[in-house]
Every structure is written in C-alpha cells, then in structure tokens.
C-alpha cells in the first residue's frame, strides 16, 4: 500500500545524545515536512523540502538538522542542542501542484530522560 | 499566511450534524480554505478544501460564505470516531508545495 511511514512509533533517549527519526514515503511526493507537536497544541513546523537536495528551516529549526538524499526520505535528527526534545514529531509529505492535500504519518512520540 | 480563528472546543451528539466554524477576515484572492482533522495519537488527516464554491466530498461538506471572511464545516452524521482536533487551515493558492500553518483548532466530542 501507498503511503507515509514513521518508526519508530516511540523512542526514548538519554539527554545530550543525538536521535535520528525516519520518514519514508512512496506516493513519488515532490514535498516533505517535519512537525513537532506538544500537548494540546497545534503542530510546529520544523524543515519541510520541496525538491530532493535541498530543504528549509521552518519556525522552530533550531536543535535540528534534515537531509533529503533521496525523494522517498526525509530524516531529522534531533540534536543534543534542543533544549526540550521530547514531543511528539510528525512527517508529511505532499504531492507537486497547487493546493494539493498533505498526507502524514502517524508520528513518532520521543521521550528524553 | 492569514490567519483564522475557531472555538477551542464543540460537543455533539451522535447521529446529529455538527457545523464547525472557522472565521478568517483577512483572506486573500488566492487562499485556498483547507481542513484536517487529527484523531488521538494520530497525524492528522485531509478532510476538504475549497475557494469560492461549496464543496461536498465523503467525509464532510463545506459551506464558504459569500465574502469568504468565513466558513463551516460540516459532518452530516457525527460518529464516536469523529472525535477529533479539527484545523482549519488558509493556503495560498499559488504557493505550491508551501508548508501548512496549523492552529490550535477545536477539539470536538461526540457524546453516544
């Protein structure tokens, strides 16, 4: 099945350790993105990429770092300099065009102790 | 991107219509109005867009105001699984692939 995949679903880290979330997608979607959400608010825009090779910061990059190598992969690692990392992360991915719908993930809930 | 304001919270009872609310006074020609919905746990998922025109599709139906300084959603039948955190979301219309702004939303329940 087509679609958008996060894992893993959760993750626990020690503070000061880097941590790399995966998203992976094969709708052949031009456009990724990385939300970060915390409780009971909206979602935060970290990186999203629109072309392979090359991305941009959103409203709250700092602490974190993406790449896109590939269409089918947006990583985002979360440095140790976040100074608050646990939060749930989301992945989306869109397809080129105006105004076409996102699709996410379900998300990865990290915990650092 | 504009910005749009809706209630934090709604309740509904099963099987009846729910109307969610979403102003944005400050629109522009070219914003598209989108909604998303997140379940519990959940990324959020599509629900319906449209510019001018009232648009239905299997999900929900949406209802533009004729100055487009507002709009409703609308779910027809409210289930239990329709208890969610809906956004109501502005897009520009020739931004392509530009990131969605996501507000607070409202959260609705849905009492059986």
């Known amino acids: 099945d087509g679609g958008i995949t996060q894992s893993p679903k959760y993750l626990f880290r020690k503070e000061g350790q880097n941590v790399t979330l995966s998203c992976e997608q094969n709708?052949?979607?031009?456009?990724m993105y990385w939300y970060r959400q915390d409780p009971g608010q909206g979602l935060r825009l970290i990186y999203y990429?629109?072309?392979?090779?090359?991305?941009q910061k959103g409203d709250i990059a700092e602490g974190y770092s993406v790449s896109r190598e590939k269409k089918e992969s947006f990583p985002l690692t979360v440095t140790s300099a976040q100074k608050n990392p646990t939060a749930f992360y989301l992945c989306?991915?869109?397809?080129?065009?105006?105004?076409?719908?996102?699709?996410f993930g379900q998300g990865t809930r990290l915990t650092v102790v | 991107d504009a910005k749009t304001t809706q209630p934090n919270s709604m309740e509904s009872n099963e099987e009846e219509p729910v109307h969610l609310p979403c102003n944005h006074s400050?629109?522009?020609?070219?914003?598209?109005i989108h909604w998303y919905r997140q379940l519990p746990s959940q990324g959020p998922e599509y629900v319906i867009h449209?510019?001018?025109s009232n648009v239905n599709n299997r999900m929900a139906s949406l209802a533009i105001a004729e100055d487009r300084k507002s709009s409703t959603l609308i779910l027809h039948r409210a289930t239990l699984r329709d208890a969610a955190v809906y956004y109501c979301?502005?897009?520009?219309?020739?931004?392509?692939?530009?990131?969605?702004?996501f507000g607070k939303g409202t959260r609705l329940s849905v009492i059986a």
């Open positions: 400050t629109i522009s020609g070219t914003d598209y």
């Open positions: 449209g510019l001018t």
């Open positions: 989306a991915s869109s397809i080129g065009g105006e105004n076409t719908e996102a699709f």
């Open positions: 990429s629109q072309i392979v090779n090359d991305f």
């Open positions: 709708l052949n979607h031009d456009a």
């Open positions: 979301i502005l897009r520009e219309g020739n931004s392509g692939n530009t990131p969605l702004v």
